[in-house]
């Protein structure tokens, strides 16, 4: 099995570019927007609430508290319009890039079989079908992928919506398509949907609809069934969470039973105070509401400057990045950014179809985003 170059390593020359032209630039310092790493407070609610579990002698359960299983329910129908989510169908995950990175093995797929992904994408997706000898394989649509055999069917496709890097948000409609699809050749559909409580796009305040990105687990996808679906979701970035490896997956009870099973074996047990801290964290939505305000000013003064510098952001309806381009190469772009102090991701990092985009990200202090915009100005 081979796995790929880290892509962050091979940034550091521009980290040292950037680093070196920034004492002289408003903010003095350099502007580190190539990572998606929270920066503001672990709200109080959910620090308290880990402090009371600090005493914790015993192993934890693999499966997770029945509170923090029926917490992750009740917020799956209030915040993403997902009513009756069967409780026994909820794992907690030490954070989700675990989860994305095992699935394929949890799964028990190997040899000859196809894990899917989208052609922009998360870089774990194919890292997971590495790990498990699978094969990864970009998917670009389901009719790019021709007429099927059941050597060329996917065994797991996954989506990624709102889509890091790009912040493209999948619509009801097409992933009813897709959940349709799959079940017509047997494809398991594990959807990441880490961004969902940051969608950026209008609506209408009086809409019956979830506030939220539409999930793969919503009725009116699923037709009522979950079947062959899993629901990938974590707390790190609504809640400033990374730091506490506080995620689960959803969906299909008889496939998370699997996933349990493995996971009780090998040992991968979310620590007893996460799991009560999640628990809180998903039963308070107003901090959810004041982090999604933080971001808000910071993206529209981001993108204001981004766009007045000459880049165009393609996509970012939703989640923690301007998705941009200067029409040239995304490795020029980078350079462009570094010699004006501000770091960001080429968009080759998540697959060749990148080329000419860079990801900038939002989650930098108020400080560092105005920094940004001085220089960008
Ligand atoms: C699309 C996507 N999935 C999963 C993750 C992993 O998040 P975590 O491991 O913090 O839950 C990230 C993190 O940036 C991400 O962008």
Not at 38 to 65: C, I, K, M, N, S
Not at 256 to 271: N, S, T
Not at 289 to 317: F, H, N, P, T
Not at 328 to 349: K, M, N, Q
Request: with cysteine.
């Amino acid at each position: 099995m081979r796995l790929p170059d880290f892509p962050w390593d091979s940034l550091a020359p521009y980290k040292e570019r950037a680093s070196a032209v920034s004492a002289d630039l408003p903010g003095g310092a350099l502007v580190d927007l190539s990572v998606g790493t929270p920066v503001d407070p672990t709200p109080v609610v959910v620090q308290d609430a880990l402090r009371a579990a600090a005493d914790a002698p015993g192993y934890p359960q693999t499966w997770g508290t029945s509170p923090l299983r029926e917490a992750v329910a009740r917020w799956f129908e209030r915040r993403r319009g997902v009513p009756g989510l069967d409780p026994d169908g909820v794992l907690p995950t030490i954070g989700s890039k675990e989860l994305v990175a095992w699935l394929p093995s949890l799964l028990e797929l190997g040899a000859g079989d196809i894990v899917g992904f989208p052609r922009i994408a998360y870089p774990t997706y194919d890292v997971g079908a590495r790990l498990a000898g699978a094969d990864p394989v970009v998917v670009d649509g389901l009719a790019a992928l021709g007429p099927l055999t059941p050597s060329t069917t996917p065994k797991l496709l996954w989506l990624n919506s709102p889509g890091n890097p790009t912040g493209k948000v999948l619509g009801v409609e097409h992933l009813a398509k897709v959940v349709d699809w799959a079940r017509r050749h047997g494809v398991v559909v594990a959807s990441d949907e880490c961004y969902a409580e940051l969608d950026w796009r209008e609506r209408d305040p009086s809409s019956a609809e979830p506030p939220t990105t539409p999930s793969i687990l919503d009725p009116r996808v699923t037709g009522g069934s979950h079947e062959g679906l899993l629901a990938v979701y974590s707390l790190s970035k609504q809640s400033n969470l990374a730091g506490y490896r506080a995620a689960f997956v959803a969906g299909d009870p008889v496939l998370v039973k699997q996933l349990l099973e493995v996971r009780k074996h090998a040992g991968m047990i979310m620590p007893a105070p996460v799991q009560h801290a999640m628990a809180a964290a998903l039963g308070d939505d107003a901090h959810v509401a004041e982090q999604k305000a933080r971001y808000a000013a910071r993206r529209s003064r981001l993108r204001a400057a981004v766009e007045g510098a000459g880049l165009r952001v393609d996509d970012s309806e939703a989640g923690l990045y301007l998705w941009c381009t200067r029409g040239e190469d995304a490795w020029a772009t980078v350079g462009w950014l570094a010699d004006r102090g501000i770091l960001v991701a080429p968009g080759t990092f998540y697959g060749a179809a990148g080329a000419q985009h860079v990801r900038i990200a939002l989650t930098a202090s108020d400080d560092s985003i105005e920094a940004a915009a001085a220089r960008l100005a």
